[in-house]
């Protein structure tokens, strides 16, 4: 990470590096030995947690960092993959760094929490202790929110919502269609991972197919809400750049769907029947299995956090980073996620190593690209107000904007992409 993007990152986030950098030590203070810092989860927002705590308070406290993948594929940017935009391998990252800096790395899928033990029980029985525990599963997905849609129905009709194999699947299917096939997308309900996810995925749908010379191919969405993110820019990007390819329906339109056949490749809506060639069924989502289980979360199915700390509302000595917590106004996102992780982070390094700690602040851009060098972004600064992290700057792009400015923002994408990948992985 440069210093300039470092600076901007710590500054936006609030959660200065400068000051976990520097603390102000008392090595051990939970009883004997090192205090102990155990993570579930090592995406955006468990890696960076595990990572930050490790460096920059140089070793004073012991990190686990549990997580059973060695190769992590990012969902973020997995969309610019689709578009034929990067390679698989250049979205696949692994702990390599991570382990060497010093993180004890578990790639070992964790079981259960023990909250009044303050024990993590590994899927092989081991028990890990902890002194303050980050659960950052991310999500899990409502297969039973679609009829019909199951585990098993997603290996025909891929999600592609959890990254890896699925991400693999939808591309096979992608390349493989013929001029005058039909993609089905299911959109998912609110809330969910990456608002404006969707949309760029359809976007880049279109951009393929437009490359292969499609003329008669179509791309369909049925959406459950009534309303998008970057909606207006999208649907300007989608006019412009792939006219009468792409059909959005919302519940007015389609009167509510009805279920799919993973067998037929039909999709029932209360219109009408939609035979696909490529079902992209993405159903409603939760917080990860861990987090439920060990309740942690509410009846939204995700979990509630203090927006000072973000430690959950359920357990003092437990923070919920990313998308399986409950952000308030922001988004959830791999930025989102990276935010939060910062200032879990300090609070952490104020709890075990007396390290100064500041008034928590969060930031998230979401970047989407519509075609080759048309990227428009969404994004906010937050800050904890009303029991939530409550928006108090935001911005969108607008609508006509000059082509040099979504150029640039396209590159600003890449240019993030690069620094929260070395955030998280090293
Ligand atoms: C198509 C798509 C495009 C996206 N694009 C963007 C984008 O452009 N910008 C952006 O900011 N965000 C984007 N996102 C959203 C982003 O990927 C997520 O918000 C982000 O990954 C959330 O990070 P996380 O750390 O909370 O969860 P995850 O990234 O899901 O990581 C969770 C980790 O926890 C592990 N885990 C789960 N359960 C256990 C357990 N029991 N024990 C141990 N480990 C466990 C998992 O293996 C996983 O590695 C996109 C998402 C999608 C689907």
């Not at 400068?18 to 927002?45: C, D, E, H, M, R």
């Not at 024990?119 to 009829?147: C, M, N, Q, T, W």
């Not at 993609?183 to 393929?208: D, K, L, Q, T, W």
């Not at 800050?383 to 082509?403: D, H, N, R, Y």
Request: glycine share 10%.
């Amino acid at each position: 990470m440069t210093d300039l993007t470092r600076r901007h990152f710590t500054l936006l986030a609030g959660a200065s590096l400068g000051t976990l950098a520097t603390p102000l030590f008392a090595p051990a203070v939970l009883g004997q030995g090192k205090p102990k810092l155990v993570v579930i989860g090592g995406g955006p927002g468990g890696g960076t947690v595990a990572r930050y705590v490790n460096k920059d308070l140089k070793g004073a406290v012991d990190v686990t960092l549990i997580e059973p993948q060695k190769n992590f594929t990012t969902c973020f940017f997995s969309n610019i993959h689709v578009g034929g935009y990067r390679s698989f391998q250049s979205i696949t990252h692994n702990y390599n760094k991570v382990r060497k800096e010093g993180v004890k790395l578990v790639h070992e899928a964790a079981a259960s929490i023990d909250r009044d033990k303050k024990e993590v029980v590994l899927a092989g029985g081991k028990r890990v202790p902890y002194d303050r525990l980050v659960v950052a599963p991310g999500i899990d997905i409502k297969f039973d929110s679609v009829p019909g849609y199951s585990e098993a129905a997603a290996q025909i009709m891929p999600h592609a919502w959890k990254p890896g194999a699925q991400t693999q699947l939808l591309v096979k299917k992608l390349n493989a269609l013929k001029d005058g096939d039909t993609i089905v997308m299911i959109a998912p309900p609110n809330p969910y991972r990456c608002p404006p996810g969707p949309y760029e995925r359809v976007s880049m749908f279109a951009h393929v197919l437009k490359k292969k010379g499609h003329k008669k191919s179509r791309i369909i969405v049925l959406d459950p809400k009534t309303a998008f993110s970057k909606q207006a820019l999208f649907l300007e990007g989608w006019e412009k750049h792939y006219p009468g390819m792409i059909e959005w329906q919302d519940p007015k339109v389609h009167g509510g769907i009805k279920g799919v056949d993973p067998k037929t490749g039909e999709i029932k809506t209360d219109l009408a029947n939609y035979k696909a060639t490529l079902a992209n069924v993405i159903p409603a989502q939760m917080a990860g299995k861990i987090a439920r289980d060990a309740g942690l979360a509410d009846q939204s199915g995700f979990c509630p956090i203090d927006p000072e700390t973000m430690k959950s509302k359920m357990d003092a000595n437990i923070f919920v980073v990313g998308d399986a917590c409950i952000p308030g106004d922001m988004p959830k996102s791999a930025f989102s996620a990276n935010s939060q992780a910062k200032v879990a982070a300090m609070i952490i390094g104020g709890e075990l190593a007396k390290a100064r700690t500041f008034p928590a602040r969060y930031s998230n851009t979401c970047w989407s690209l519509i075609e080759t060098d048309d990227d428009v972004k969404v994004g906010g600064t937050y800050e904890p107000g009303e029991g939530k992290l409550k928006a108090v700057t935001t911005f969108v792009s607008q609508k006509g904007e000059a082509a040099d400015l979504r150029k640039r923002n396209y590159q600003e994408s890449v240019d993030w992409y690069a620094s929260i990948v070395g955030d998280v992985f090293g």
